[in-house]
């Protein structure tokens, strides 16, 4: 399969062909899971093995996996989870949260919802100019009332891996809940739920090639969470509503193959993400790669590039409308709604200016590497359309009357 002008991976992935012949598979079996008698047994055998091969993924035990409808779900449930919680044994209590200014909108609201309505305090700590957030700042932020810090594990804009052990290790013994959103790293870097030592992990199928609506949420055994929704006890009471099988299991298998291509997926995005630099920086020398500079500590599908003097949502269109290639000015989430600059970029201290000359490239399963000529030549085209069309008319070619 090939889809040669895709390079907006991190804002969804197609769905891979076994997570499709899964789903029409498991279509089939179409009893209620909670039903008892014989018809639902494929059904159970279905969704435990698509749990199995999540919890794989994850790196956590079957009993601590939870399905959800998606990333936003399963980081309201861990936040929202912990506050209904806390509230209802000690009610009137102030609680302060630690959260980075690098977060997805789906942390960022709920953390405004809970300011407002339980009165919360926030710290919103902005990382380094590269995009990290350091444990000794989250150490720095603690307060005897601080209840929980979320920090996401990878970064969806410029791709920053955070340090998580180390945070999780300042917090450890606290009695602090450290949830971290998972979204835009379970399938694309190695990730293993116990090793890291958070107490909440989420993810989302359709990021590694599942299906949108549906996704999951890694609790920690011990951990207690109020449920976000009530019903029939569905997922050992904690998530009410009768489960979405074919979709679950879809997302299981395409699981499944994140797990077996993982490594390989690694080596090939890293060769990419190099040739991608080599290549834009040879075609458009005044290039500036966002991020780590250290690419070990940067997740390797992705690339946030600033040139300078170009505005980055132009040279989408065009890229879009001449060549038929697909890039984002940021997060998904946020581009449909009113235009705003990216709250990522600015709290790395970047200006305004190159805030609005950055794209975010995502390469994915599918990219060929004729695709990475393919688009650093479309870019080099687009770059210098943009540079004709700005540059001052000569006193030359000016009429007088």
Not at 164 to 177: A, G
Not at 379 to 400: F, G, M, Q, W, Y
Request: glycine share 8%.
């Amino acid at each position: 399969m090939s889809i040669q002008g895709y390079f907006d991976y991190n804002a969804t992935t197609p769905v891979c062909s076994e997570a499709i012949n899964a789903f029409v598979n498991a279509a089939k079996a179409f009893a209620n899971p909670s039903s008892k008698y014989a018809l639902v047994k494929p059904v159970g055998a279905f969704l435990s093995e698509a749990r199995e091969s999540l919890c794989k993924l994850v790196g956590c035990a079957t009993d601590e996996l939870f399905f959800t409808s998606g990333g936003t779900e399963s980081n309201n449930w861990a936040l929202k989870g912990v506050f209904l919680r806390e509230f209802t044994a000690a009610p009137g209590e102030s609680a302060h949260i630690i959260i980075s200014a690098l977060e997805h909108s789906s942390i960022l609201e709920v953390v405004r919802y809970l300011e407002r309505t339980f009165h919360c305090e926030v710290s919103r700590l902005n990382p380094d100019n590269e995009g990290i957030i350091s444990a000794e700042s989250v150490l720095a932020a603690l307060r005897p009332n601080t209840r929980v810090v979320s920090i996401m594990l990878a970064n969806n804009e410029v791709g920053s891996i955070q340090p998580i052990c180390d945070i999780s290790r300042v917090l450890r013994d606290r009695n602090i809940h450290f949830h971290v959103d998972g979204v835009q790293a379970v399938g694309k870097i190695k990730v293993d739920a116990h090793m890291l030592g958070m107490d909440t992990l989420s993810f989302s199928g359709h990021k590694f090639y599942g299906p949108k609506g549906c996704g999951g949420l890694y609790i920690r055994r011990g951990v207690t969470l109020e449920p976000l929704i009530h019903g029939g006890g569905q997922e050992r009471g904690y998530r009410g509503g009768t489960e979405a099988v074919a979709m679950i299991v879809s997302m299981g298998a395409a699981a499944k193959l994140a797990s077996e291509q993982l490594d390989e997926n690694l080596q090939r995005f890293a060769q990419y993400s190099d040739l991608l630099r080599k290549q834009l920086t040879q075609k458009v020398p005044t290039v500036v790669f966002n991020g780590p500079k250290n690419l070990s500590m940067q997740v390797p599908n992705t690339l946030s590039i600033c040139i300078p003097g170009i505005r980055a949502e132009a040279l989408a269109a065009i890229l879009d409308n001449l060549n038929g290639i697909q890039v984002s000015l940021g997060s998904a989430c946020s581009n449909n709604k009113t235009m705003s600059l990216s709250h990522v970029l600015l709290s790395m201290g970047l200006t305004d200016e190159e805030v609005k000359s950055t794209l975010r490239v995502s390469v994915g399963l599918y990219t060929q590497e004729e695709d990475i000529k393919f688009f650093t030549d479309a870019v080099a085209n687009a770059v210098s359309i943009l540079n004709r069309i700005s540059k001052p008319v000569s006193e030359d070619h000016v009429l007088t009357t």
